[in-house]
C-alpha cells in the first residue's frame, strides 16, 4: 500500500536547481534508502516532504491525500517524523524527561510524569529497546542516545520515520543493533526511510533504494539484493570508482616519524596514557578508534598545538620540539580534524588560504616581510589546476566553495609542500565519493614518494583500505597491532568499543 | 588577472560600502524630518550645513581640520578591530599622546621647526601606543577583558594628565588647567591662514595609507587578517597569536596618540585640559561606518568633519539648536552598526520594486522603470 508520493518535485534555488522533477514514492512497511552524494539533493527532497522548505513545484501525497505541510510540526501532527543527524537531546534531562519534551501528557499545568514513564517504558518494551529510562543522556552512548531520538518519534506515533544519515556516528556494533531496531519497526508496520552515501549498509537494510545524482531521479526501484555496491556506487556517481582496493606501500623504509611516551593530560585526567609508534617512510599508519578517545590530544601534541606532559618526538633521528610553527618547519605536515574551524579562513580567499602555514617561506615573502603575490598567484593558479579545485578563481572566496574542494585546498596546501611525514585526521568527512577517492590517491601517492602518513579517522572504511598498519584507540590507549586484513570489521568493532578480543595468543586485555 | 583581483575586490568592497552609504541617505532623510518636527525647515537646515562645509573655503577647511583626529581615532579601532580587538581606549590614548606632544613641544627647544613637530608626534605614539600596550598585555596574559581594562585605564590617564596640567605642569597665571605653550618649531604648518587646517591632514592620510598597505602586502598584515578571522586556523598556521595581537593593539593605541599630537602641535599649541570632545569614541562609529577599510576612514571622518562643522555655522547662523545635528551623527551610527537593519530594507525595498514593477509591466507591457 502506497503511503507517500512525491510527484514532480522541483526546487529551484538563486543560482542552482536543487531537484528536477523527482518522482518518490513509498509503500508500508517498507525500508527505502534514498542514496546519493552530498548536494544529489536527497536532504532538499526529504524537507520538502517534512515541511522545511517549500517546493518550487510539484504535488506530494500523504494516504492519498494532497498535502503541503508548512512548517515539521505539521508533518509531525500526521505522523511523519524525521531523526537528525545531530541528536536534540538535552543531556542533563532522563531518557523519560527528553522522550517526552514537547508533547506532554496531563493538563497543561501539571505534568503527569508518572503516566509519562509508563507510557515509555511500555514503548520501550513493545519494541525491546536497549535503553534505561531513567538514565541521564548524558551518560548513554551515541547509539543509546539514537535510540532516545528514535523512542522520541515513536511517542509521537510516527507512522513514517526518516533517519538522516543515521550511521554516520555509529560504531559497526551499533549499527547491526540499529538495523535490528529498524526490521522490529517495520514488522510493527512503520515505514522508513534512511537518507544515506553508504553503499553496504543500503544493501544490508532497504527494500528498495532510491538514487538521486545531480537533483535528478536516476532509478527509484534498485533492488538492493540484486546489485553490487560497485554498481550502485556507479549509479550514483555517474562514473566507475574503486574505494575499496587496498594498495600496499611498495617500499617501506628507515622509521621516519618515532613517539615515544606520549601522555596528554586534560582537566586532570590522563587523555592519553604513554602511547608509543614509529611511522617508517613509505607507511601509513592508521589509528582507528570511536571519536573521544584521545585522537585529538595525539593530533594536538604530535603538530605542537599542545604541551603533553610526556613525549619524545624524532623525525629522521632529530628531535622535534617547540610550538606548530617548529613543527611546520620541521617538515611535520597537518590535516587538520575540522577543515572549517583550524584548516581553513573561510573569509579569505582561496589563494590566500593555499599559502597558510607556509606563508612565511622564501618563495612567497621577502625578507622584508612583503608578500610576493606575483608568485603566489602563480603558486596557488598551479595547485588549483593541479589538484583539481574547483572554484570560480583563486580570489574566490573559501566559503563559496563545496566541502570537497575546501579539503582539496588543505590536502593540495600540504601535500605540494613535501612534509617528511604528515598527521592527516578524518581527511574526507563530508566529502563526496568523488572527491573521496580523488583524496585518497593522493595520500598514497604521497607515501608513495616517500612522506610517513599517520592516518587518524573516525570512518573505519577508510582506515582499513588506506593504512599499511593499524593500530586501535580506546580510553587513550593503543589496545591492538594489527595487518591490514588481519581483523575482520566486527573483530575491530568490538576493540574500538573495549571488548575484549583475543587478538593473538597471550595479548588478551580487559 | 589583475583585473580579476580588482573586480573580486570590488565586488566584497561594494557591498559593505554600499551599506555604509545607505545608512547614511537613510539617516540624513530621517534627520530632515527630525528637524521638520521640531519645528525648523529641514531644507534650510541642510543648505546651513552642507552649503558652508562645501561650498567655502573656509567651511571645507574646518571640515577638514574637524576631521584630522577623528581619522587618527578612527583607524585606530579600525586597526585594532582586525585582530577582533575592540579598543575603547583611544580617548584615553588621545590624551597620553597629546601631553607627550605637549611636553616634548615645550620644553625641547633648538629643533628645527619639521624636525620637532614630528618628534612631539613620535612622542604621542609611543605614549599612546605604550597605555594600549598595557591594555594588550592584559588581555593575552591574564585573559582580562580589553573593553573593560580600556575605559578604566581612560579615566586614569585623563585624570592623571588633568592633574599634570594644574599642578605641576601649569603656567603661572594661568586661569585653566593646561600645560606651557609649544615652542614655534613645534607648531605645524598652517595650510591655510586663519584656519586650523595644518599639514597634519597629511599625516594622517599618510597613516592610513601605511595601514591600508601594511594590511593588504605583508606577511604582518596577512597574519593579522588570518588572526582576526580565524584564531584557532592561525594556530595551527603555527602563526604566533599573542604577538600579533600585542603588536597590532599597540600600534592602534599610538595611533590614537598621534590624533592628540594633531590637536596640540596644530590647533591648541598645548594641552588644554578637556581637549577632546570624545573624538576617541567618535573614532567607533567612523570605523564602523567606513567597514573598517583605512582608506574609507578618511572619507568617513571627513563626512563627519563636515557635519562638526555644520554645527558650528548652525550655531552662529540660525536658530536651530546644534543638538538636531548630533541626532544625525548618531542615526548613521544606528544604522551602520545594524547591517541587518538595512538589508531587511534593501530587501523589503526590492519586493516592492519588483512586485510594482511587474504589476505595470503586466498592465502596461512598456516599462522605462
Known sequence: ?510 | MIKNIDNARKIKMGSSFMNSAIALVISLILGMVIIGISGYSPIESYIAIFGVSLGTLKGFALSLSQATPLIFTGLAFAFAYKVKMINTGAEGQLYAGAMAAALVGAYITNLPSGVHALLGFAAAFLAGGLAALFVALCKVYLNANEIIVSLMLNEIIIFFTSYLANGPLKPPGSGVGQTKMIEDTAKLTKLIPQTQLTTAIFIAIITACVLAYLLDKTVFGYEIKVTGHNLKASNVAGINVSKISLITFALSGAIAGMGGAAMVLGVNYRFVEGFSSGYGFAGISIAALAAYNPIGVIFSAFLIGILKSGTITLNRTTSIPVELVDIIQVLVLIFVAAPALIKSIMSRAKKVRSKSSREEHMEVKTSDI
Do not use: W
Request: charged share 30%; glycine share 8%; with cysteine.
Open chain 1, 1 to 510: 500500500m502506497e503511503i507517500i508520493r512525491m510527484e514532480n518535485i522541483s526546487k529551484i534555488y538563486p543560482g542552482t536547481v536543487a531537484l528536477k522533477g523527482v518522482d518518490f514514492t513509498l509503500n508500508k512497511q517498507e525500508i527505502v534508502s534514498l542514496l546519493g552524494e552530498n548536494g544529489a539533493g536527497k536532504t532538499t527532497l526529504m524537507k520538502i516532504l517534512y515541511g522545511m522548505t517549500a517546493p518550487s513545484s510539484g504535488r506530494i501525497f500523504y494516504k492519498g491525500e494532497p498535502v503541503r505541510f508548512k512548517r515539521p510540526i505539521d508533518a509531525i501532527e500526521k505522523g511523519i517524523c524525521m531523526v537528525h543527524q545531530h541528536f536534540m537531546l538535552v543531556p542533563a534531562f532522563t531518557v523519560v524527561e527528553n522522550i517526552i519534551a514537547g508533547s506532554e501528557p496531563g493538563s497543561n499545568i501539571f505534568l503527569d510524569k508518572k503516566k509519562a514513564r509508563q507510557e515509555v517504558i511500555d514503548l520501550i518494551s513493545r519494541f525491546k529497546f536497549n535503553v534505561d529510562p531513567d538514565a541521564k543522556v548524558e551518560k548513554l552512548s551515541v547509539g543509546e542516545q539514537q535510540r532516545v531520538e528514535i523512542l522520541k518519534v515513536l511517542y509521537r506515533k510516527a507512522d513514517v520515520i526518516i533517519l538522516d544519515e543515521p550511521t554516520a556516528v555509529l560504531t559497526p556494533h551499533e549499527v547491526d543493533d540499529l538495523f535490528a531496531v529498524l526490521r522490529r519497526l517495520k514488522d510493527e508496520g512503520k515505514s522508513i526511510i534512511i537518507i544515506t552515501h553508504k553503499l553496504k549498509e543500503t544493501k544490508e537494510i532497504a527494500d528498495r533504494v532510491v538514487v538521486l545524482r545531480d537533483g535528478n531521479l536516476i532509478n527509484d526501484n534498485v533492488d538492493p539484493r540484486k546489485v553490487s555496491t560497485k554498481e550502485l556506487s556507479e549509479m550514483m556517481v555517474g562514473r566507475e570508482v574503486n574505494l575499496q582496493a587496498r594498495r600496499p606501500a611498495k617500499h617501506i623504509g628507515e622509521v621516519c616519524l618515532k613517539v615515544e611516551n606520549l601522555t596528554v593530560e586534560e582537566d586532570g585526567k590522563e587523555k592519553v596514557k604513554n602511547v608509543s609508534f614509529a611511522i617508517h617512510h613509505g607507511e601509513i599508519l592508521g589509528i582507528a578508534g570511536i571519536e573521544g578517545n584521545g585522537q585529538t590530544q595525539i593530533i594536538e601534541a604530535l603538530t605542537g598545538l599542545r604541551k603533553p606532559k610526556s613525549m619524545k618526538l624524532t623525525l629522521d633521528g632529530k628531535e622535534v620540539t617547540g610550538k606548530s610553527s617548529d613543527f611546520l618547519k620541521a617538515g611535520i605536515g597537518h590535516v587538520p580534524e575540522d577543515r572549517l574551524s583550524m584548516g581553513l579562513v573561510k573569509e579569505m580567499s582561496v589563494m590566500e588560504n593555499m599559502i597558510l602555514g607556509y606563508h612565511r617561506e622564501s618563495e612567497f615573502c621577502s625578507k622584508k616581510g612583503l608578500l610576493l603575490k606575483k608568485q603566489i598567484s602563480q603558486y596557488a593558479e598551479k595547485l588549483k589546476k593541479d589538484f583539481l579545485v574547483k572554484a570560480a578563481s583563486i580570489y574566490s572566496a573559501v566559503s563559496s566553495l563545496s566541502g570537497g574542494n575546501q579539503q582539496k585546498i588543505i590536502i593540495s596546501r600540504v601535500f605540494s609542500r613535501e612534509p617528511k611525514a604528515i598527521i592527516v585526521a578524518h581527511p574526507t568527512r563530508g566529502v563526496d565519493i568523488g572527491a573521496t577517492e580523488y583524496i585518497h590517491n593522493q595520500l598514497i601517492e604521497l607515501r608513495d614518494r616517500g612522506a610517513a602518513v599517520l592516518l587518524i579517522s573516525a570512518d573505519l572504511d577508510e582506515v582499513r583500505a588506506l593504512s599499511d598498519r593499524i593500530l586501535v584507540l580506546y580510553e587513550g590507549e593503543i589496545v591492538s597491532e594489527s595487518m591490514p586484513g588481519e581483523l575482520s570489521e566486527v573483530e575491530m568493532g568490538l576493540l574500538m568499543t573495549g571488548g575484549n578480543y583475543m587478538v593473538e595468543e597471550g595479548k588478551q586485555r580487559d
